[in-house]
């Protein structure tokens, strides 16, 4: 069984960073892109960033500069480093793997549960 298992969400201040992870298990995690996810309440569900097998990233605009996507092949786990954060980066963070080596878009294989991160004063 392939699992995914995100962690490190939390509440925040503004301004404040978080440091969330995603263990991956039941796959040859190297070989597949990474990605991350977040659904806030009422909104669609949007691609923050992605990570290929070979490493090239990929973010969206509205956290560009402040959210580093990495991942440890060794530990078979991606990470997303979330920094200045903002009350519009509230949201449930979904941890995906794509069916490949590449992130593309639509290529969804399995998810991780979620882990909900609060932004508020």
């Known amino acids: 069984q392939v699992q995914l298992v995100e962690s490190g969400g939390g509440l925040v201040q503004p301004g404040g960073s978080l440091r969330l992870s995603c263990a991956a298990s039941?796959?040859?995690?190297?070989?597949?892109?990474m990605g991350w996810y977040r659904q806030a309440p009422g909104k669609q569900r949007e691609l923050v960033a992605s990570i290929t097998s070979g490493e090239r990233t990929d973010y969206a605009d509205s956290v560009k500069g402040r959210f580093t996507i990495s991942r440890d092949n060794a530990k078979n786990t991606v990470y997303l480093q979330m920094n200045s954060l903002k009350p519009e980066d509230t949201a449930l963070y979904y941890c995906?793997?794509?069916?490949?080596?590449?992130?593309?878009?639509?290529?969804?294989?399995?998810w991780g549960q979620g882990t909900r991160v609060t932004v508020s004063s």
């Open positions: 039941g796959i040859i995690f190297s070989m597949y892109a």
């Open positions: 995906l793997q794509y069916r490949c080596r590449y992130a593309i878009p639509h290529s969804f294989g399995s």
